[in-house]
């Protein structure tokens, strides 16, 4: 599966600035353990035939708030770029399937890095070449971690799992979510304050 823009595991990703050893003590910060990640890819089994409704679920939450779409917004008349809109979405459907089926290797770890910076004016737009607003600010990022893993839950447990695993497996999500977007967070910070 080709997606434009995807360059996760390629030479065009730079070296993430944060070293394996550190982020190893991040997931200890968050309670991270390896339970975790056996939840995560349960529930990759589980997410991978519902992406796209998953997703229908995100955009429209995104979509149905003003000030989070203005980041796919025109920077001529603030008009969401549907194009934008739908190359940035096979990333994020991506995405679900490399969260639940990580291996926190430098790879993985570059590559956050570089989400991060498509976030920040330094990478925005770039990937698409879009003609967008140039900079998400830092104060929705972490904010929407509650929305997306919330929304999951139904999906989780579409299956039948029992409430104490779907739980599980929400939980992960939470950790994971927060490890990735504190990793996006650094070029956000002060050099020399991450
Ligand atoms: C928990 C928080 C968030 C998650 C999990 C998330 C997830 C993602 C993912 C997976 C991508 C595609 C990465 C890739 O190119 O491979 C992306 C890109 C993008 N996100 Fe987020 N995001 C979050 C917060 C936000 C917020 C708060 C906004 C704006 C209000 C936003 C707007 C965008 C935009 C505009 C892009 C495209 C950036 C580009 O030009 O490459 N995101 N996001």
């Not at 291996?103 to 737009?125: A, F």
């Not at 999951?152 to 447990?157: G, H, V, Y």
């Not at 799992?161 to 996006?184: F, G, I, N, P, Y």
Request: aromatic content about 12%.
């Amino acid at each position: 599966m080709d997606i434009p823009g995807y360059t996760f595991g390629t030479a065009a990703v730079t070296r993430s600035p944060i070293t394996l050893a550190e982020f190893e003590r991040m997931k200890h910060s968050v309670a991270f353990s390896d339970d975790d990640v056996r939840w995560l890819r349960t529930s990759r089994t589980i997410l991978e035939p519902q992406v796209e409704a998953v997703l229908d679920v995100w955009y429209g939450f995104v979509g149905s708030q003003p000030h989070l779409v203005a980041a796919f917004g025109s920077v001529h008349d603030g008009m969401p770029l549907a194009d934008y809109l739908a190359a940035v979405r096979r990333r994020f459907g991506r995405w679900i399937l490399d969260t639940a089926d990580a291996r926190y290797d430098q790879q993985w770890l570059d590559y956050q890095h570089e989400i991060g910076r498509r976030h920040h004016r330094l990478g925005k737009n770039q990937t698409d070449g879009a003609a967008a607003v140039s900079h998400i600010p830092f104060r929705d990022l972490f904010l929407l971690v509650v929305p997306i893993t919330a929304t999951l839950t139904p999906f989780l447990a579409i299956q039948g799992h029992d409430q104490e695993s779907v739980q599980r497996m929400h939980d992960a999500w939470v950790k994971s979510c927060l490890l990735q977007v504190t990793l996006w967070s650094h070029p956000y910070v002060k050099d020399g304050d991450f």
